[in-house]
């Protein structure tokens, strides 16, 4: 017996954390609570001090783009068909994050416009009789209107 519901899976659990649902996901990142630095992906020690006393924290879901391209070939570990976009995103815990940017077109997407974390479908198969699908994170403007 398969079960109808799929459940979701993050395709890098230490990068991204899968809620309940889609809308439910979280960046993880660290933070060095001596400098006051922010690393994503999460490091082992500070880059500033060393130290390995690094606290664990979500990240803001919004954030300001500050740089887009295009790709137009697959790189070999690539999760997703060439063509999407890729992009830099400054989030308020003063990290930039590198993302898969969805949902949006290269024309109508400005420097500086408003992005919200959102996560793309990688792949779906089933394990142990359970769908599963596995998400792996991306960014889109947050002026998409979405059926919630
Ligand atoms: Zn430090």
């Known amino acids: 017996m398969v079960e109808s519901k799929p459940h979701l899976l993050s395709l ?8 309940v649902s889609e809308e439910k996901c979280s960046l993880l990142a660290n933070r060095c609570p001596r400098c006051d630095l ?3 992906p999460r490091r082992h020690f500070c880059t500033r001090c060393c130290s390995p006393e690094l606290e664990e924290i979500r990240l ?13 070939e697959k790189p070999k570990y690539a999760a997703v068909e060439p063509p999407y976009m890729v992009g ?11 993302a898969l940017l969805t949902q949006c077109s290269s024309e109508k997407l400005k420097i500086g416009a408003e992005m919200e974390l959102t996560t793309v479908k990688v792949r ?3 394990q142990e009789g ?10 889109r403007p947050s002026s ?3 059926k919630r």
């Open 130 to 139: 359970k769908h599963v699908t596995v998400l792996a994170y991306a960014f």
């Open 12 to 19: 890098e659990p230490t990068v991204l954390e899968v809620g």
């Open 38 to 40: 922010v690393f994503f």
């Open 88 to 98: 830099e995103i400054e989030l308020p815990q003063r990290v930039v994050v590198y």
């Open 124 to 126: 779906e198969e089933v």
């Open 144 to 146: 998409v209107q979405t």
């Open 60 to 72: 803001s879901g919004k954030g300001c783009l500050k740089s887009l391209t295009s790709v137009y």
